[in-house]
């Protein structure tokens, strides 16, 4: 099926420190999300992009946090500084829709940070 | 609060059985969608039933299928004829509008299936 790739798989950072994770979506896919579980905890949603813009994002995703997709390249998220809470496994996910429209999201596997 | 209920966490089954996984949720939109995905041990979260508010079909795909009692705001997943491989981590999942006009997909805290040979 559709793969959402996501690089690095693991990063340990010193806090304070920025990190950018990267998220290969799927190829003609329009809208992107980022999710993140800390150990032990649900998944939960920080932001959602579609052409260009941030359209929802949740109160955990900080000042700190950012977002972007560069002429279609990668779709990252930025985080800087990094802050002890930040360590999670943050999943990436994209959709061709939404989902009223019979999509549905494809996920990626996860890039664990850990933060020091 | 939590949106969406997964109650329990861990089930176990053997081969060959059929087992339902429950699922509850709160919202106060009209049009929502609530989906079922698996976690495989690579971290990739696979979808692998929806339902939409609107529908009254009883959703299936292979060896999946949904109950859906809308008015108890209640998702079961159903799997027939489990294999090994079915092991895994379930995750409910609704989808509804939120404040701004867009949408969120807001997870459950999932549920750990063993099927034992």
């Known amino acids: 099926g559709p793969k959402v790739l996501q690089i690095p798989s693991h990063q340990i950072i010193d806090m304070g420190q920025m990190v950018t994770l990267n998220c290969d979506p799927v190829?003609?896919?329009?809208?992107f999300y980022w999710y993140k579980q800390i150990l032990g905890q649900q998944m939960e949603f920080l932001v959602n992009?579609?052409?260009?813009?941030?359209?929802?994002k949740s109160k955990l995703f900080k000042d700190q946090f950012s977002v972007e997709r560069p002429d279609g390249s990668y779709f990252t998220l930025k985080i800087q500084p990094t802050a002890l809470e930040d360590s999670a496994v943050y999943f990436c996910?994209?959709?061709?829709?939404?989902?009223?429209?019979?999509?549905?999201?494809?996920f990626g596997e996860g890039s664990r940070l850990i933060v020091v | 609060a939590q949106k969406v209920i997964q109650v329990w966490s861990t089930a176990s089954r053997q081969e060959g059985e059929e087992l339902t996984l429950d699922c509850s949720y709160e919202?106060?939109?009209?049009?929502?969608?609530l989906f079922w995905y698996k976690h495989l041990l690579s971290g990739e979260m696979v979808f692998l039933i929806r339902?939409?508010?609107?529908?009254?079909a009883k959703e299936r795909s292979g060896r999946y299928s949904v109950v859906f009692q809308k008015s108890l705001k209640s998702i079961s997943l159903v799997i027939s004829a489990l294999q090994p491989d079915d092991s895994g981590k379930y995750f409910c999942?609704?989808?509804?509008?939120?404040?701004?006009?867009?949408?969120?997909?807001?997870f459950g805290s999932g549920t750990q299936l063993t099927v034992m040979p």
């Open positions: 996910a994209s959709s061709l829709g939404l989902p009223f429209s019979g999509n549905t999201l494809y």
């Open positions: 999942a609704l989808w509804e509008p939120a404040s701004s006009g867009s949408w969120q997909l807001i």
């Open positions: 992009f579609y052409n260009g813009k941030v359209m929802e």
């Open positions: 339902q939409m508010s609107s529908s009254t």
């Open positions: 919202t106060s939109q009209v049009l929502y969608h």
């Open positions: 190829s003609n896919h329009l809208y």
